[in-house]
C-alpha cells in the first residue's frame, strides 16, 4: 500500500464541528493550514471554535433542505455529527442515520472533487465481545442499543454511497479527552471520593484519547483505502475498569469509596431517571439504554487493522491520556 499524503492547506467540511471529537479535529486541521468549513446549528455552543479562523455554515442535517452550495469546494469532509444521547429511538436514528442519507446524497451532487469523507461510526453498532475476544472487521453486527442500531443504520448508509463516493467508516470505542462532559462525570465522582461501580460484572473495554482518534481521522482521509471499509479504531489496549478507576485516583492522589449498584437496580434507575426528565428537552445521562451498555462485561475491539493499512501508531496509553485530560480539567476549573 502507498504512503498516504497530506492533507495540509486542503479545504475541508466538518460536521458536528460544535461537538466534542468535532471542535478538536477542526483544531488540528487549522493547525495543518486547512480552510475550515464547519456545519453547525443556530443552537449549538460555538465556545469551542475560533471563529474567525472557520467558515460557518447554518443548518440541520436532519433537515433535507440543509444547505449545501459550498460542497463543490470541498475536497475531504469529517462526518462527526451524531447523536450519543437521546430520548427516543427515533430520534437517534433520525440523526445517526437520516442525516447521512441527506449528507451523502449532497455529497454525490455537488462535491464531484470529493478526495476522502471519514465516517465517524462507533464500537456501538457493533455491539459487545465475547470475553477475551475483542471483535474486528470480521466480527458480525449485533448492537444492543438504539443508538448502536443507528450507528450500523447509518453505517449501511455510508456502505450504499460508497461507490460513487470515497468513504472511510472509523468505529471508537468510549473517547476521552478535554471537553468531554461524559467521562468527566465518573472523574467528578472520584475527585468527590466515590468509585460508583455499576453492576457486578468486571468490565473490560477498549478506549482512545480524543487526539489520538483525531490523528487516525487525519490519517484515515489520505490513506488509500478501499471506500466502504469499516476500520476500529482504539490505542491498542484494553483496560479493566477497575484499573481505570485505579489510574483516574492515584492521577487525582484520592482513594475513593466504593459505591455499588446491584444488577436488579440499573433498569429501574434507568427507567426512574427516564422518568423525571420526561419534561426535560434533554435526555439524562443514564437511561435504561446506557444501562443495557452497562451490563455487558466486554467492550473491547482490535484496531490492528487500522493500524497495518494506514500505518498508524496511537500516541497516548490510558495513563497519559488521563494525565493530559485531568490537566485540562484543572486548569479550566472543572475540576
Ligand atoms: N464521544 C464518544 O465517546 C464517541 C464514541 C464513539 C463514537 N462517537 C461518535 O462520534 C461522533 C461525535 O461524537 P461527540 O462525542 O463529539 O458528540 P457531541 O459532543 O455530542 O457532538 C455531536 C455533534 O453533532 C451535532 N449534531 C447533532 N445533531 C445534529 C443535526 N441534526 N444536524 C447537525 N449537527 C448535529 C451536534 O451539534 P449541536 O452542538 O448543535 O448539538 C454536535 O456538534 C458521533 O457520531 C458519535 O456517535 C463518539
Not at 167 to 175: A, E, M
Not at 292 to 307: E, L, M, Y
Request: aromatic share 10%; proline share 5%; glycine share 6%.
Amino acid at each position: 500500500m502507498n504512503e498516504p499524503t497530506s492533507i495540509d492547506n486542503s479545504t475541508v467540511l466538518v460536521t458536528g464541528a460544535s461537538g466534542f471529537i468535532g471542535g478538536h479535529i477542526v483544531q488540528s486541521l487549522l493547525d495543518k493550514k486547512c480552510n475550515v468549513h464547519c456545519l453547525v446549528r443556530r443552537s449549538s455552543d460555538l465556545r469551542w471554535l475560533d471563529r474567525t479562523r472557520v467558515k460557518l455554515h447554518f443548518g440541520d442535517l436532519a433537515d433535507p433542505l440543509f444547505l449545501d452550495d459550498f460542497l463543490n469546494q470541498i475536497d475531504y469532509v469529517f462526518h462527526c455529527a451524531g447523536l450519543t444521547q437521546a430520548k427516543s429511538r427515533k430520534e437517534y436514528f433520525r440523526v445517526n442515520a437520516d442525516a447521512c442519507q441527506n449528507l451523502y446524497e449532497k455529497c454525490s451532487d455537488a462535491g464531484k472533487n470529493l478526495k476522502k469523507i471519514v465516517h465517524l461510526s462507533s464500537l456501538a453498532a457493533v455491539g459487545p465481545a465475547l470475553p477475551n475476544a475483542p471483535v474486528n472487521e470480521a466480527t458480525p453486527c449485533k448492537p444492543v442499543t438504539f443508538y448502536g442500531k443507528s450507528k450500523l443504520a447509518g453505517e449501511k448508509i455510508a456502505g450504499r454511497f460508497s461507490s460513487s463516493l470515497p468513504i472511510t467508516i472509523l468505529r471508537p470505542p468510549v473517547v476521552y479527552g478535554p471537553r468531554e462532559t461524559n467521562f468527566f462525570t465518573f472523574l467528578k465522582g472520584i475527585t468527590k471520593g466515590w468509585n460508583v461501580k455499576m453492576g457486578s460484572s468486571q468490565r473490560v473495554l477498549s478506549l482512545i484519547y480524543v487526539q489520538d482518534l483525531v490523528d487516525a481521522m487525519l490519517k484515515a482521509a489520505v490513506c488509500p483505502t478501499e471506500s466502504g471499509n469499516a476500520y476500529f479504531i482504539t490505542d491498542g489496549n484494553s483496560y479493566s475498569w477497575d484499573l481505570v478507576v485505579k489510574t483516574a485516583s492515584n492521577l487525582l492522589n484520592v482513594k475513593p469509596r466504593t459505591l455499588r449498584i446491584p444488577d436488579s437496580l440499573l433498569i429501574f434507575i434507568g427507567l426512574f431517571l427516564e422518568f423525571i426528565s420526561i419534561y426535560r428537552t434533554t435526555p439524562p445521562l443514564l437511561d435504561s439504554q446506557r444501562m443495557i451498555d452497562i451490563r455487558q462485561s466486554t467492550w473491547t475491539a482490535s484496531s490492528q487493522k487500522f493500524f497495518d493499512d494506514c500505518k498508524f501508531d496511537p500516541q497516548y496509553d490510558l495513563q497519559k491520556g488521563l494525565e493530559e485530560t485531568l490537566n485540562w480539567y484543572k486548569e479550566h476549573q472543572w475540576l
